[in-house]
């Protein structure tokens, strides 16, 4: 089935991937170009943080998000002080029991304050369901109403570097942790049809890692590569999926903010062709 004719609601799902999700902007300037809007936006993390900011207001969005990717900066998501802080604190204590991340969520939820004009999801004019993970029961929650700063906050608190965050009476963390890719997410919530913001590699680095964070990283990155309950690859049915090119480098890593100008050229190139395909009939 052609691309234009493809049954509503139409979701956009947009995975987790720290600075990896420069690639959506790129993705989402592509769909754009080619007149493809949502009905419904699924987000995990930093897929979450763009969706909101595209949900917000999707004429101007795709310009807006690639401007803050191109200046993104490690020391604005994390706080650069709090940070060189906090890891002083840890290798004075030995990782001591009581010090719950190494970084605080505030200079996160400064941004979310700053590029989001909305303070309820339920008031974007764009339907989005941010995914997250009950901290206790280990379950993959899809918040889509309430304070947009907090299910943002909670989609994004990946363990041991942000805290969790309480909200009605439970403790949230990254939802990228049991559902990086939501596609299972979106039908769900009732899409009809997807298309999928990947943004984590496709492949993997050809050298092991010779650092400790380098072997997290890596680690991290084989465990959202292999989430089989919420791939679209396990997914049968009438949904039909369009998958936009993964196109982030192996040897990039989820903290690194020097390439995203890269990301999204990239990303926007690869994007455009394969939707190009998908028009045709």
């Known amino acids: 089935m052609v691309l234009s004719k493809w049954p509503r609601p139409l979701a956009f ?4 991937g720290g600075s990896y999700g420069a690639t959506q902007a790129g993705m989402l300037q592509a769909l754009a170009e080619h007149e493809i809007q949502p009905d419904l936006i699924v987000g995990t993390s930093v897929g979450a943080l763009n969706g909101a900011l595209f949900a917000s207001d999707p004429s101007t969005a795709p310009e807006k998000l690639i401007e803050i990717w191109s200046k993104m900066s490690r020391s604005e998501l994390l706080g650069g002080e709090g940070r060189i802080r906090a890891i002083r604190e840890v290798i004075r204590a030995g990782l001591h029991r009581d010090m719950p991340s190494l970084a605080s969520l505030g200079p996160l939820g400064d941004m979310i304050d700053r590029y989001t004009p909305v303070a309820q999801i339920e008031n974007l004019n764009v339907s989005l369901g ?4 009950d901290a206790l029961a280990g379950q993959t929650v899809v ?3 309430g304070p947009l700063r907090i299910a943002l906050q909670a989609s994004a608190a990946i363990p041991g570097v942000f805290p969790p965050v309480e909200h009605l009476g439970r403790y949230f963390i990254d939802g990228g942790v049991t559902a990086n890719v939501p596609v299972r997410q979106a039908i769900d919530a009732g899409a009809k049809s997807i298309i999928v913001l990947d943004c984590i590699p496709a492949t993997y ?3 092991v890692p010779k650092s400790v964070i380098g072997s997290l990283l890596h680690a991290s990155h084989i465990m959202l590569r292999n989430q089989p309950a919420n791939s679209s690859d396990l997914l049968t049915g009438n949904v039909p999926i369009l998958r936009l090119p ?3 480098p192996p040897d990039y890593h989820s903290f690194d903010f020097d390439r995203s100008e890269q990301l999204i050229s990239t990303a926007y190139a690869a994007s455009h062709e394969a939707i190009d395909k998908a028009l045709l009939p």
């Open 13 to 16: 799902v947009l995975s987790g």
């Open 130 to 133: 941010v995914v997250v993970t």
């Open 143 to 145: 918040i889509n109403e």
């Open 205 to 207: 680095t050809e050298e």
């Open 246 to 248: 993964a196109t982030t």
